[in-house]
């Protein structure tokens, strides 16, 4: 993760208005449950909490989202979504060097783990309270973690460099390995060290 929670630039999440936007009342429940999900665990933040933070009634509730994990989905996405945006936007800002792209997402990256509030990947949190590979909850973490690994392919495949796709996943693995680790280090340290191993790693064979 290298957006906070809950992130901005959310895509529609629940059920749109007729127009196609986003419900402002389905809005606010992603707004309440979104960073409950995320620092209190999926499945220790209930329904009936989310409603009664929000002060809406479960028929109300249902209407948006016709069961929790429909919630759980839309967090997620919404999650994934703002990665996607600050992915493509240092695409955008950094156009023609792929280096620099990785060196962007390490240093955002760095600078999360090591905060206060982090709790870890939040895909990864979900998949571990969703051991069932078909859940739908579930599908929404696997297509992320997917996405990552891809976004890292291209980079690579920029870079000029053989075997891309095991490079990439190298590279998803040392950004895991740093949210395990980030805790109680510099935001400096972890960037260095983050940076020093994706060298090594991205290091023509």
């Known amino acids: 993760m290298i957006v906070d929670v809950p992130p901005l630039g959310a895509p529609v999440v629940g059920r749109p208005t007729r127009d196609g936007g ?12 979104a960073p409950r999900f995320y620092r209190e665990g999926i499945r220790a933040v209930s329904a009936d909490a989310v409603m009664a933070e929000v002060g809406v009634t479960k028929v109300t509730f249902y209407r948006h989202f016709p069961t929790k994990d429909n ?10 979504a703002a990665e996607r945006h600050a ?10 060097d792929p280096a620099a792209v990785l060196a962007a997402y390490a240093d955002r990256l760095a600078a999360q783990v090591c905060g206060a509030g982090f709790r870890g990947c939040p895909f990864l949190n979900a998949a571990a ?7 739908p ?8 973690r997917e996405w990552l690994r891809a976004a890292a392919e291209e980079l ?5 460099l053989p075997e891309p796709r095991s490079v990439a996943v190298q590279l998803v693995m040392l950004r895991d390995g740093a949210m ?9 340290e972890v960037g260095r060290a ?5 060298r090594a790693v991205l290091q023509p064979r």
């Open 180 to 188: 395990a680790t980030g805790t109680g280090v510099e935001p400096t």
């Open 87 to 96: 992915v493509t936007t240092w695409r955008v800002e950094h156009a023609g």
């Open 22 to 33: 986003q419900s402002e009342v389905a809005r606010r429940i992603l707004d309440v449950a």
């Open 129 to 135: 309270e969703y051991p069932d590979v078909a859940h």
């Open 137 to 144: 909850v579930r599908a929404v973490a696997e297509r992320h």
């Open 194 to 198: 983050l940076r020093r191993a994706g």
């Open 156 to 160: 690579v495949v920029e870079l000029g």
């Open 71 to 80: 919630l759980v989905e839309a967090y997620l996405e919404t999650v994934a």
